[in-house]
């Protein structure tokens, strides 16, 4: 028994090193200063949205059950602080407002089409979109929110961790020669990987 587990150890240090050479740890510079929340201590429900409008700029207004709001210029920004309930707060509330009419503002157009690619990748788009599509640029992992994100040339594509997508093979093999972008290993980047990994290139 004691020999068995010391092979099965080699063995599991050795698909983790394997593992590793896959990931790229990129700590998040771009991160703005926020009041420290305890991660125990548990965000209020997002109970609504709307675009809000400086001048040029317009922003993603993510107002929560405690009366506070919180902007975001772009739907990643969104990922870095949300947790899956807050995506899934979101998603229903877009679903619903949107469920018999169509967006006018181009930003909930863009948030009705990531967030129906993330949850309904059946309905989203297939895997022919993705035999017009070119180059990797990156494929980062969003940790608190179980999301992993795809830049390539003329799209990005938000994808829910264990979910499968219609991905081609030749995405697949560019997404692990990129490498997963992380800002800190953990057992969810391990999983992808392996997911990923096991999904056939041919």
Not at 68 to 76: A, G, L, N, T, W
Not at 141 to 164: A, F, N
Request: aromatic share 8%.
């Amino acid at each position: 028994m004691q020999e068995n587990a010391k092979k099965q150890k080699v063995e599991d240090d050795k698909e983790t090193t394997e593992l590793k050479q896959c990931l790229e740890i990129i700590p998040d510079e771009e991160e703005v200063t926020i009041d420290a929340i305890p991660l125990a201590v548990k965000s209020p429900s997002i109970v609504g949205w709307k675009i809000h409008k400086e001048g040029r700029k317009s922003y993603y207004q993510i107002i929560r059950a405690d009366g506070k709001s919180q902007m975001y210029m772009i739907f990643s920004h969104m990922l870095k602080s949300f947790s899956r309930e807050d995506l899934e707060d979101l998603y229903k509330l877009v679903k619903a407002k949107y469920k018999s009419t169509r967006p006018v503002e181009d930003l909930d157009l863009l948030l009705l089409g990531d967030l129906k690619t993330m949850f309904e990748p059946h309905v989203g788009f297939s895997r022919e979109d993705f035999e017009d599509l070119h180059k990797v640029l990156d494929w980062k992992l969003y940790d608190s929110c179980g999301v992993h994100s795809l830049r390539m040339q003329h799209v990005h594509i938000h994808m829910l961790v264990e979910k499968k997508y219609p991905l081609i093979p030749s995405t697949l093999l560019m997404m692990l020669e990129n490498k997963l972008q992380i800002d800190y290993e953990s057992e969810m980047a391990y999983q992808l990987l392996k997911f990923i990994i096991k999904q056939p290139k041919k």
